[in-house]
């Protein structure tokens, strides 16, 4: 039988993969998916639709949540995929709005807007574009249970930026455009899908000024971005900027939320965007517990997203390791290495086992992976490789910050013995904290325990085994 994780994170922030057009066309359901593991060397007993792991049916394991980004198409046209095809009872999807392809001038559609000279012709432009965020709406209306609105990221001022047509923009002007995006989807939204109105910020004045515009549309909850997001505010010192943690950042922006009434009942999931790592899991629900207890609202659920397993098994061939999980915070962080790429292994049946634990490692030989030999192939893997790799990091993803969550919050006595004391104590210090009502002073107070919690070998969703030691 195979294994369900879903039931048990029903007490925790929830991990979202962010699922790839490529990974999830190539798992579904259909007959031309099914043949593939009679063509090629595969595991026993499973076949390509078993990677499907929002599939309840699959035959190696079902989790029943992950994220799908607009940013990776081009038109609101049904795509058949592992999305598209899903059990809707199964599985809970966020939608992604394609904020970062559009910040970064690259979602397709847009390209109009780079003839623009001054961010008052490209604020025209965009709102003339009524063909893009008409697709946008639709897609994630037709293909996610939950959906991010249409966000004009902040950050696409920073000089790293300047490619971008938004970047001629001024706050205000980014602002301004994504309160007309909210009022486009108050105005056209199917309800076909739960919104989550998207906060910004990139230092300590912007963000304010954003959440003050955008707070009144209230739809199902909220996606935190940019500054008010896990990487917190950059330090500048030419520009006077003092930098801010990312955790300090984040209980600033969710208590400024929470005396605005913006988690009582009807405001039900909050999202941050972009970060996967096992400290932050644990954190992340501690903040889930506290919303919960202080707001009178125990349908409140916090999600974050990463795509890291993909791009390592897809992109770069690397395999995940599960953390050590000790009382040292420095093992609390998920490693990589490459994965054993050689064609020396091709034909060499079951000689040699993938050493990786996971439900597809546990049936995997390295013929099965590397399946072109000799010197003149390019390359050992190919695209199904890639995919058996892919659905083994998403489970040790899934799995790992399973396992930090329930080793953390188990009886203290227990966690005491397993858990590092500086995340029980932050734990501890984020749901007192989300109970006061003069919180400034006591937050500032604690800049340093709030950067202390994290290790700066561990600071990346990912790190090559070498950086941990």
């Known amino acids: 039988m195979a294994i369900d994780l879903t039931p048990r994170w029903d007490k925790f922030a929830v991990y979202l993969p962010a699922m790839q057009y490529g990974y999830a066309s190539a798992v579904d359901d259909t007959l031309k998916n099914k043949r593939i593991s009679k063509t090629r060397d595969f595991p026993h007993g499973v076949t390509m639709v078993d990677l499907d792991f929002l599939n309840p049916k699959s035959k190696l394991w079902h989790y029943g949540?992950?994220?799908?980004?607009?940013?990776?198409?081009?038109?609101?046209?049904?795509?058949?995929?592992?999305?598209?095809?899903?059990?809707?009872?199964?599985?809970?999807?966020?939608?992604?709005s394609g904020g970062y392809q559009i910040g970064k001038g690259t979602m397709r559609g847009t390209e109009h807007l780079k003839r623009a000279k001054t961010g008052a012709e490209v604020c025209e432009l965009w709102r003339q574009s009524g063909d893009i965020r008409k697709w946008i709406v639709q897609w994630l209306e037709d293909n996610s249970d939950y959906a991010m609105t249409i966000d004009m990221p902040l950050w696409a001022k920073?000089?790293?930026?300047?490619?971008?047509?938004?970047?001629?923009?001024?706050?205000?002007?980014?602002?301004?455009?994504?309160?007309?995006?909210?009022?486009y989807i108050k105005r056209n939204a199917r309800g076909n899908t739960k919104w989550l109105n998207v906060i910004q910020g990139t230092d300590h004045k912007d963000w304010k000024l954003w959440w003050n515009a955008i707070k009144k549309y209230r739809f199902s909850g909220w996606a935190l971005a940019g500054s008010v997001g896990w990487r917190g505010i950059r330090e500048d010192k030419t520009a006077g900027i003092e930098g801010m943690s990312g955790l300090h950042s984040v209980l600033q922006m969710v208590l400024t939320m929470r005396d605005d009434n913006a988690f009582v009942k009807g405001q039900d999931w909050m999202h941050?965007?972009?970060?996967?790592?096992?400290?932050?899991?644990?954190?992340?629900?501690?903040?889930?517990?506290?919303?919960?207890?202080?707001?009178?609202?125990?349908?409140?659920?916090?999600?974050?997203?990463?795509?890291?397993?993909?791009?390592?098994?897809?992109?770069?061939?690397?395999?995940?390791r599960y953390p050590k999980f000790t009382k040292d915070i420095a093992s609390w962080a998920m490693t990589m290495h490459e994965a054993p790429v050689n064609p020396i292994y091709a034909g060499t049946g079951s000689d040699y086992h993938f050493p990786y634990a996971s439900p597809v490692g546990d049936l995997l030989s390295l013929s099965h992976l590397n399946i072109r030999g000799g010197e003149l192939q390019n390359g050992a893997y190919d695209t199904v490789s890639n995919h058996l790799l892919t659905n083994h990091n998403v489970w040790v993803y899934v799995r790992s910050f399973l396992e930090a969550n329930e080793l953390t919050f188990m009886q203290a006595s227990e966690a005491d013995k397993a858990v590092?004391?500086?995340?029980?104590?932050?734990?501890?210090?984020?749901?007192?904290?989300?109970?006061?009502?003069?919180?400034?002073?006591?937050?500032?107070?604690?800049?340093p325990l709030l950067e202390d919690v994290f290790s700066k070998k561990t600071a990346k969703d990912v790190v090559q085994e070498e950086e941990i030691r």
């Open 65 to 96: 949540y992950a994220l799908y980004s607009a940013g990776q198409f081009t038109d609101s046209r049904p795509r058949a995929c592992a999305v598209t095809q899903r059990n809707k009872a199964a599985t809970t999807i966020l939608g992604d």
């Open 158 to 183: 920073f000089p790293s930026n300047s490619k971008t047509p938004f970047h001629k923009c001024t706050v205000q002007e980014l602002i301004d455009l994504s309160v007309g995006n909210l009022e």
């Open 272 to 320: 941050v965007l972009g970060v996967s790592q096992p400290t932050w899991a644990v954190l992340l629900t501690a903040i889930q517990r506290g919303i919960r207890q202080q707001c009178d609202n125990d349908e409140f659920r916090i999600s974050y997203d990463s795509a890291s397993p993909f791009q390592a098994g897809g992109r770069y061939q690397q395999v995940v």
């Open 420 to 447: 590092p004391q500086k995340l029980i104590d932050m734990c501890a210090f984020i749901e007192d904290i989300l109970g006061e009502e003069r919180w400034q002073a006591k937050l500032k107070k604690a800049k």
